[in-house]
């Protein structure tokens, strides 16, 4: 699969949306959400420098380049339309920080799977070397850690050494956000996965002191794969939130 940037400018656009993928992923994580966008939205889904490529392109960019990414992309889309985010992962975090920096400019948001306390769980850390190798799982779960992963396959254990830097640099992101996430007023639809691979449920409590953030657990769900029943929950929450912004009544749905 080809990854790439997204991008939609309609003439006189009524919306705008902005797409934050997570490390190691790409835009094309938001494709069952771009049907839901209305036509005359303008979308942006930015691909961070170093993603899409190999290894070595990963460890030459770094988080403060994907952050500043983001702010551009939110600079670039119409600035007399309100903006809703839909981000994942890595993604979340530079959502929340945009939306304390820009409370007039986002009107709400759809946020995956945030992770504010990090953890590695061994089935997450063995697939992640075999997709490192370029093996291709066929289960659900495997399968969509695989299409969520951008970086071409390479087998070389030292062209990884270097993304420990990487990762340092998420961890410091994570507090960073933790110590602002109060202030964060931007009204905010929340779903975690039970099963997440890589965030810890001491995440849960943070997310759930901050009124903004309406939180929702997905039971079935982990960090990257979700089964009919939850991807059908945040589809509708996320129609719920486009026709908020437009002013009509949000739907109900189960939390």
């Known amino acids: 699969m080809r990854y790439h940037s997204l991008l939609r400018t309609p ?3 009524r919306g705008a949306v902005l797409l934050l993928h997570g490390i190691l992923g790409a835009p094309q994580y938001f494709e069952f959400l771009l049907p839901d966008i209305p036509a005359d939205y303008a979308v942006s889904g ?6 899409g490529g190999t290894p070595s392109d990963f460890s030459a960019a770094s988080l403060p380049l994907w952050r500043q990414q ?34 007039d400019r986002i009107a709400g948001m ?5 992770p504010l306390v990090a953890r590695l769980t061994p089935y997450c850390a063995g ?11 066929q289960l659900p779960r495997a399968a969509a850690m695989r299409k969520a992963y951008s970086i071409s396959p390479d087998a070389n254990p030292l062209h990884y050494l270097p993304w420990l830097n990487r990762y340092l640099e998420l961890f410091d992101e994570m507090q960073a956000v933790q110590a602002l996430l109060p202030q964060m007023q931007t009204p905010a639809e929340v779903f975690q996965a039970v099963h997440d691979e890589l965030v810890s449920p001491k995440t849960l409590p943070m997310l759930a002191e901050n009124p903004a953030l309406r939180l ?9 794969y979700y089964p009919d029943a939850d991807r059908a929950r945040i589809l509708r929450a996320w129609r719920s939130i486009i026709r908020k912004s437009e002013g009509q009544p949000p739907l109900d749905y189960k939390t």
């Open 110 to 114: 759809l946020l995956l799977n945030v």
């Open 216 to 224: 929702h657990i997905l039971r079935d769900s982990t960090h990257f």
């Open 11 to 13: 003439e006189s656009p």
């Open 70 to 103: 983001a702010v551009q992309a939110l600079d670039a889309l119409p600035a007399d339309v309100p903006v809703l985010i839909a981000a994942h992962s890595m993604g979340t975090l530079f959502s929340l920080e945009l939306a304390a920096d820009h409370p």
């Open 127 to 137: 697939c992640s070397v075999l997709l490192a190798c370029g093996y291709h799982p």
């Open 46 to 51: 930015v691909l961070y420098q170093g993603h």
